[in-house]
């Protein structure tokens, strides 16, 4: 499947490393999207809202070794401000669609 550049900044970067893009580590690009989320959160206080989630065995394990406790609702959920439940899996189906309608929606330039 070929996915169309359709952003003159992509086609840069693209163009920068020949069309071979280096991959990049999961784990330190999530990282990276949940500090500039949170630098973000400063114009989008949207961001900083507390939502329930479900904590990660990794994370469940830097609490005890913290001896810290989750924050929790009224309910006994965990919360975290939005920012950290972002990752970079988040926008993929987001993205797809709109390659999808883009490639199906004539458009003008």
């Known amino acids: 499947m070929a996915i169309p550049i359709l952003n003159e900044n992509l086609i840069t970067i693209c163009e920068k490393y020949g069309y071979n893009i280096p991959k990049a580590n999961e784990q330190v690009l999530n990282r990276y999207i949940k500090d500039i989320l949170k630098d973000l959160s400063e114009q989008l ?4 809202e507390k939502v329930p989630t479900k904590l990660t065995m990794k994370q469940k394990e830097a609490l005890r070794k913290k001896k810290k406790d989750p924050e929790t609702d009224l309910n006994g959920n965990v919360v975290v401000p939005r920012y950290d439940c972002v990752t970079s899996h988040t ?10 309608s883009a490639i199906s929606t004539p458009f003008s330039r």
């Open 45 to 48: 206080p949207s961001l900083k």
């Open 91 to 100: 926008a993929r189906r987001p993205a797809s669609q709109i390659c999808i």
